[in-house]
């Protein structure tokens, strides 16, 4: 790999990183949120929407995991 696309894939490292940073507070924040919700919101139509989307923002940030995991293996092929 070059040092040229060695960069790029640097950057695109740094910026997938902080997203996955983000999306984590942003799922603790809403996890939360839904934590202190009475629990007769929780089980209602509220409650079962909160949930699909820390379901889904677990999702994203299992991939953006996976994502940085290839870009890490990437390192070894720098010449």
């Known amino acids: 790999m070059t040092e040229t ?3 790029i894939l640097d950057n695109c490292r ?3 990183q902080e997203a996955y940073d983000t999306l984590n507070e942003v799922r603790d924040e809403e ?3 839904y934590d202190n919700l009475p629990e007769s919101l929780q089980d209602g139509d509220r409650g079962d929407a ?3 989307a820390i379901d889904t923002l677990d999702d994203a940030i299992g991939y953006l995991d ?3 995991g290839y870009l890490d293996d ?3 092929f720098i010449v």
């Open 31 to 33: 996890d939360e949120a």
């Open 66 to 68: 996976d994502v940085i």
């Open 5 to 7: 696309n060695q960069g």
């Open 14 to 16: 740094t910026a997938i």
């Open 74 to 76: 990437l390192d070894s």
């Open 50 to 52: 909160m949930q699909e």
